[in-house]
């Protein structure tokens, strides 16, 4: 089965400085890896997703994440921080099924950006 | 498009009460999905259609129900309300890996 640990519940950085959001997956195969994004009282923005092309991937507002098979880690990284960033943000693992994708959420981590 | 739109956005139910949550996309996804979000936690899958007339239980079931008579529409009832399914709930829809959701609905069951 699926599962994606989220090592962080809460991050905090200064605006301008870089941040990095670490996700762990258990998959039996190469998976599909997506990271959202969930603004106060918002529903869930695809930020990136992973389906199996180039390790390093980009995604809107200059977040990226890279695949690493042998860490089974697909991290999420900006170099600098933006007010607006302040988020909650989930790593999301899918597995394709015989009824189609099912996907596995993380608890999600909180991202406060301290000006 | 207006992608996926979910009515009410907040209710309040009294313990055994019943209600619909409403989802509709416009994007023709085959793929439609129930989860709901509790403070702290990621999202559970409720239930989930794989098109229309086709539904199955995902991960926490008990006290829902679904149906999905046409490809846009995909409501959520709940029968008997309880405090334990005060939560947010999210309907999202997708054509492949990809899935769109729409702005939740906030439920308190007093």
């Known amino acids: 089965a699926q599962s994606v640990t989220q090592l962080d519940s809460h991050v905090s950085v200064s605006e301008g400085t870089p941040v990095l959001l670490r996700c762990n997956y258990s998959s039996s195969y190469s998976p599909s890896l997506f990271w959202y994004v969930q603004h106060p009282n918002k529903g869930l923005q695809l930020l990136l997703k992973?389906?199996?092309?180039?390790?390093l991937v980009k995604g809107i507002n200059g977040f990226e994440a890279e695949f690493k098979k042998s860490e089974t880690s697909f991290h999420l990284t900006k170099p600098s921080a933006h007010m607006s960033d302040a988020a909650e943000y989930f790593c999301?693992?899918?597995?394709?099924?015989?009824?189609?994708?099912?996907?596995?959420f993380g608890t999600g981590t909180s991202l406060t950006v301290i000006p | 498009n207006a992608g996926v739109t979910q009515t009410p956005k907040f209710r309040i139910l009294k313990i055994g009460q019943s209600m619909t949550l409403q989802c509709a996309q416009d994007m023709n996804h085959n793929y439609m999905y129930w989860y709901r979000q509790d403070p702290g936690m990621g999202l559970k899958l409720i239930y989930y259609s794989v098109g229309a007339g086709i539904t199955d239980k995902g991960e926490v079931p008990n006290g829902y129900n679904v149906s999905r008579s046409t490809t846009e529409d995909f409501p959520l009832r709940l029968e008997l309300a309880a405090p334990s399914q005060t939560s947010v709930y999210f309907c999202?829809?997708?054509?492949?890996?990809?899935?769109?959701f729409g702005p939740g609905t906030r439920l308190l069951v007093l």
């Open positions: 999301v693992v899918s597995d394709l099924t015989n009824t189609g994708n099912q996907f596995y």
């Open positions: 999202a829809s997708s054509m492949t890996e990809t899935q769109y």
């Open positions: 992973y389906t199996s092309a180039a390790t």
